[in-house]
């Protein structure tokens, strides 16, 4: 799906007395330290890999979107844009649709959701899918720096409450209702430019940072919409901290499914080092043999997959009630594609490893009874070592 920026609403349905602004805060200078906590014994291919991720200030994103008298106070009637309601319900409906249909069981997980944070995750989906298009979509070909530039632009106007066509304004509407900071959408941008430019990764710190460009954005956004409990104690950095890890752990995944794919385009997101510790280099990745120093290494990145799947289970825990249940989806059906890569002994480099759509459902009631565990109320050491 490719949707062209040529796509605009008509000016005489979108209303706004809401004025540019710009979201100024301090700069909120302590780290957050993304990897978490391990026993080297255990995964001493880990030991090494904690990462600092202090000059991307997702701790300042967290500390925003938990503010929500300063956001009450951006978002006060002056600054909210007004639609027509006919237009806003034809809006939410094309987002809807659009996730129905590209996203079937995160869909149905989001149904159980309260109306507005139904509406709120779909525009957001939506908007990640038209972003990651850019550069994975059927019109990549014609893709440049100039229009993820252009794409950057709009996004600001999205906040400054001038949205250029209508799953824009879903957006819109979206933000004028919850604490959304507009930091991780633009880092997600930034993951696309680095598609551009970059096929190699030279140690796992630099697939991190991609990891977290692209996809553990997409938990930033998520948590003001989905909410977290109220009868949680733990820190809310905390459960930021574990939608982070679920998102790298999908990526990581995404990357272990699609490495025959991806090198059939040139591309192989792997740590160059690690490969180069198991005899292994981008022409064994080409050649599409499974050796078994491959399976070898493929057990390493499975288990550091894994890793942070487990690292994000207590703050899916922590999230509103009546938002764990696509959370707990996504932890169980992502973890059943490692399965599925083990299944074809470590083959996916000619093999895609996927979960077949029987399996999918079935793993719904589990997701369900996991999404209505009762929060821990003490919080975990894990956790807030180094909040």
């Not at 025959?260 to 510790?277: M, T």
């Not at 990745?285 to 994000?312: G, L, P, T």
């Amino acid at each position: 799906m490719s949707i062209p920026f040529s796509v605009a609403a008509k000016p005489s349905i979108i209303r706004t007395n809401r004025k540019p602004y710009c979201r100024r805060y301090d700069v909120i200078t302590s780290e957050l330290i993304m990897v978490p906590k391990h026993k080297t014994a255990t995964f001493p291919q880990l030991s090494k890999q904690g990462v600092s991720v202090a000059d991307l200030h997702v701790q300042e994103v967290v500390e925003k979107q938990s503010q929500t008298n300063i956001f009450d106070t951006l978002c006060s009637s002056n600054f909210k844009p007004q639609f027509e309601p006919s237009f806003l319900k034809d809006a939410y409906e094309m987002c809807r649709n659009i996730c129905s249909e590209y996203a079937k069981t995160f869909y149905l997980g989001t149904l159980l959701m309260t109306e507005e944070r139904q509406k709120a995750i779909w525009a957001i989906y939506v908007w990640c899918r038209r972003t990651d298009e850019l550069v994975d979509g059927p019109n990549a070909d014609y893709m440049s720096s100039a229009v993820l530039d252009r794409w950057e632009e709009r996004l600001h106007d999205i906040f400054n409450g001038c949205p250029y066509d209508m799953l824009d304004a879903a957006l819109t509407d979206t933000i004028s209702k919850f604490p959304l900071d507009i930091k991780p959408f633009r880092d997600m941008i930034e993951g696309m430019r680095m598609d551009t430019r970059k096929s190699r990764y030279k140690n796992f710190e630099e697939l991190y940072l991609y990891c977290y460009y692209v996809a553990g954005t997409v938990g930033l956004m998520s948590v003001p919409v989905m909410g977290i409990a109220p009868e949680s104690l733990i820190p809310a950095q905390s459960v930021y901290k574990s939608a982070l890890y679920l998102g790298i752990g999908n990526q990581l995944t995404n990357i272990l499914r699609d490495v025959g794919e991806d090198a059939l385009r040139g591309r192989v997101y792997l740590p160059q080092d690690e490969l180069g510790e198991f005899g292994l280099c981008d022409n064994d990745v080409f050649s599409r043999k499974v050796s078994e120093r491959w399976r070898e290494f493929m057990k390493q990145q499975i288990a550091r997959a894994r890793f942070y799947f487990n690292s994000a289970e207590e703050g899916a825990s922590h999230l509103d009630k009546a938002s764990r249940w696509p959370v707990w989806s996504s932890l169980i059906l992502y973890r059943k594609i490692l399965d599925a890569i083990e299944d074809n002994d470590y083959d996916n480099l000619t093999k895609r490893a996927y979960v077949g759509r029987t399996e999918k459902f079935v793993s719904l009631p589990a997701a369900y009874t996991r999404s209505l565990s009762i929060p821990k109320t003490e919080s975990h050491a894990s956790f807030t070592r180094h909040m």
